[in-house]
């Protein structure tokens, strides 16, 4: 999906000036902490994936998105899945009121919590999977638009990279951001300035992006 989330490479938006780590704080203000206290407290109910949280929060109108905070777009995404997931009504939504009682749903206690935050969510898959390409491989992204969610960057879609990475068998994203938990494998591709930014490329960093084979085809 093509979205205002995805700004890497895009022109007009001037450079980033990101706060110190060392200065930054974790909330700009308490709302934030609630924020994010109630979207992790809704994901442990289980009724949607990481891949789909991302989704929802990426199908806002781009200037809502653009203009809202880190958080507020959290918020929106959270209140798109709960009302597409049948948990609250618009209605529900819109006075803050419930009609009817919650249930059905398995809500873990504080020791519960702990250990699902302990846990985390892993994506390697056990799965024999042989994967198409080996290190050293020269790759081209391919230049696919969906209209769904991808984690393949606008910026590298139809450029050439070198295999320099093999992750394994992981979840492929753009498959569970529609619920289905499918695996594919998972490479770290390296592109050099130039093949991304063309001859005014400065500096001779190589840009490592993590790619799922879907995205991949032979040069």
């Not at 519960?112 to 390697?124: F, S």
Request: proline share 6%; glycine share 10%.
């Amino acid at each position: 999906m093509n979205g205002p989330h995805d700004l890497g490479g895009q022109h007009g938006l001037g450079k980033v000036n990101p706060e110190a780590e060392a200065e930054e704080p974790v909330f700009h203000d308490d709302w934030e902490r609630r924020a994010f206290a109630v979207t992790v407290a809704c994901g442990f109910l289980g009724q949607w994936n990481i891949d789909e949280g991302r989704y929802a929060r990426e199908r806002q109108h781009p200037v809502d998105y653009l203009r809202n905070t880190y958080y507020e777009n959290w918020m929106s995404g959270l209140e798109t899945l709960l009302v597409e997931k049948g948990m609250v009504t618009a209605g529900e939504l819109e006075t803050g009121k419930a009609t009817g009682p919650a249930t059905g749903y398995k809500v873990p206690d504080i020791e519960g919590a702990k250990k699902i935050l302990a846990t985390g969510g892993p994506t390697r898959m056990a799965d024999d999977i042989v994967p198409a390409f080996e290190i050293a491989d020269q790759v081209r992204v391919t230049n696919n638009h969906p209209l769904t969610h991808t984690r393949a960057p606008r910026y590298v879609r139809g450029r050439i990279g070198t295999i320099a990475r093999l992750h394994g068998v992981h979840v492929f994203a753009d498959a569970n951001a529609q619920g289905h938990r499918d695996g594919a494998p998972l490479y770290s591709v390296r592109f050099e300035p130039r093949e991304l930014w063309g001859d005014s490329a400065t500096g001779r960093d190589p840009v490592y992006v993590d790619l799922w084979e879907p995205y991949l085809e032979a040069t």
